[in-house]
């Protein structure tokens, strides 16, 4: 068996799917493992480090003509055969007409953040999971860096100066990393959530839940959050919210809908219009969903903005800003994960895997698994990418 790991070429990429520490674990396995030359230089790893974990490192080509690649976003697709298999983070609902087209070619295609959510065998293969985590670190740190204040109250001679206030919209893996860094910096620190999980989970790592009068729990069956429907609950969470984040001296937004744009902070598009006027000039808003419509509007991918006095922080994907260890956690997940498609030394599909196929009307009904499609056809489980798909 050969997995091949491609050169990433996406705008921004920083990270590689495999890193040397996980070859011999691959090895043992029994894969030959293949690195493009130059793979993993933007986060760190050297060819030479590859080498000496056993990796052949060869030319695109050669990479790419293995059974199994393993990449972070979609690699040239068009260089690959009809049933060799694709293991990345492919985005199927938001990339609709290349999905199709990598289906239609027989590619196997592999989607890592389609793992069904609550299946506990799957939480070592969780690339959502790994690379959130570490977004939600680095957007507390952009929070504090790019604040005009100290972050800790401080006692001093001066005078006392007061803790920072940070308000995180989402309390999900992002959020609560988001939460407690900024803990650990000192701030004063409020969040909020759909999720009644949410509430416990925040209130542990000593922060304060923003309360919403009749508040219901929005949890779907896959593990995802949805949106309150109920008119006057929508308008409920949008005063508390409010109150919160005119006091606010940072915000960051780390909610995002699986298979769809991010929602807004707000319900309401009038509050969403005008939510930097209602701010304290000087404060920042961290939006770490611009590359999937933003949470703030206004804000803009890959730019830092000033908006009536507002400084918004629009870097998504804020992982890649340390990528040697988003790089080693991912080709943990990817290590994890190729074990179930190995039987007796060969590459094998088991249908019966629930992480490849997930549980169809259970825990991931309508969305099935880490399997999006192999022989030309989209997955039977994954019935709603059929129906986005007409």
Same mark, same amino acid.
């Given at each position: 068996m ?12 920083? !990270?590689?799917?495999?890193?040397p520490?996980?070859?011999?674990k691959?090895k ?9 030359e ?8 050297s060819?030479s480090?590859? &080498?000496?974990?056993?990796a052949h ?8 003509s293995t ?13 690959m ?10 985005d ?12 239609d070619s027989?590619i196997?295609l ?7 959510? !609550?299946?506990?065998?799957g ?8 690379q959130?985590?570490?977004s939600?670190y680095?957007?507390a ?18 005078g006392?100066?007061k ?5 995180i919209?989402?309390a ?8 407690a860094?900024?803990k ?12 009644l ?11 304060k ?12 069956s896959?593990?995802?959050?949805s949106?309150f ?10 005063k ?5 984040? !005119?006091?606010?001296?940072v915000v960051?937004? &780390? ?8 929602p ?17 000039e000087?404060s ?6 611009c590359?999937?419509?933003g ?11 000033q908006?009536?006095g507002?400084?918004?922080v629009?870097i998504?994907l804020?992982c !890649? ?5 988003a790089s ?7 290590t994890n994960f190729?074990t179930?498609l ?5 590459? &094998?599909?088991?249908?019966?895997e629930?992480v490849?196929?997930?549980d169809?009307?259970?825990i ?8 999006i ?11 709603k990418?059929?129906?986005a798909?007409?």
């Amino acid at each position: 068996m050969r997995i091949g790991v491609p050169k990433e070429t996406a705008k921004n990429e920083t !990270r590689v799917a495999i890193v040397p520490v996980s070859i011999p674990k691959l090895k043992k396995l029994g894969f030959e493992v293949i690195i493009q030359e130059g793979a993993g230089k933007l986060s760190g790893y050297s060819d030479s480090e590859y &080498t000496e974990k056993g990796a052949h490192i060869g030319k695109l080509d050669e990479v790419m003509s293995t059974e199994l690649i393993a990449s972070i976003n979609v690699p040239d697709f068009k260089m690959m055969k009809k049933g060799q298999m694709l293991t990345c983070m492919a985005d199927p609902f938001r990339n609709l007409e290349q999905t199709k087209q990598i289906i239609d070619s027989g590619i196997t295609l592999l989607s890592l953040e389609v793992i069904p959510r !609550r299946l506990s065998k799957g939480q070592s293969m969780d690339v959502n999971s790994s690379q959130d985590n570490l977004s939600g670190y680095k957007a507390a740190l952009m929070g504090a860096e790019n604040i005009a204040k100290m972050v800790p109250m401080m006692m001093t001679s001066a005078g006392t100066v007061k803790p920072s206030k940070f308000v995180i919209q989402g309390a999900a893996v992002a959020g609560l990393q988001a939460i407690a860094t900024a803990k650990r910096l000192g701030a004063a620190v409020q969040a909020i959530d759909v999720r009644l999980a949410a509430k416990q989970d925040t209130e542990s790592l000593g922060a304060k839940f923003i309360d919403v009068p009749g508040w219901k729990d929005a949890e779907s069956s896959s593990g995802h959050a949805s949106l309150f429907t109920d008119k006057g609950l929508q308008e409920s969470f949008d005063k508390s919210l409010m109150e919160a984040v !005119r006091n606010a001296d940072v915000v960051i937004t &780390t909610a995002r809908l699986f298979g769809t744009n991010a929602p807004k902070l707000f319900f309401g598009k009038e509050m969403n219009e005008n939510m930097t006027n209602e701010m304290k000039e000087g404060s920042v808003i961290v939006d770490m969903n611009c590359d999937t419509g933003g949470n703030i509007v206004g804000s803009k991918e890959d730019e830092i903005i000033q908006k009536n006095g507002v400084t918004i922080v629009g870097i998504p994907l804020l992982c !890649r800003t340390v990528p040697n260890t988003a790089s080693m956690l991912y080709s943990n997940n990817v290590t994890n994960f190729v074990t179930v498609l190995v039987d007796e030394g060969k590459l &094998t599909i088991n249908q019966d895997e629930q992480v490849l196929t997930g549980d169809e009307g259970g825990i991931s009904a309508g969305y099935g698994g880490i399997l999006i499609g192999e022989n030309g056809e989209i997955h039977a489980n994954h019935t709603k990418l059929m129906e986005a798909m007409k």
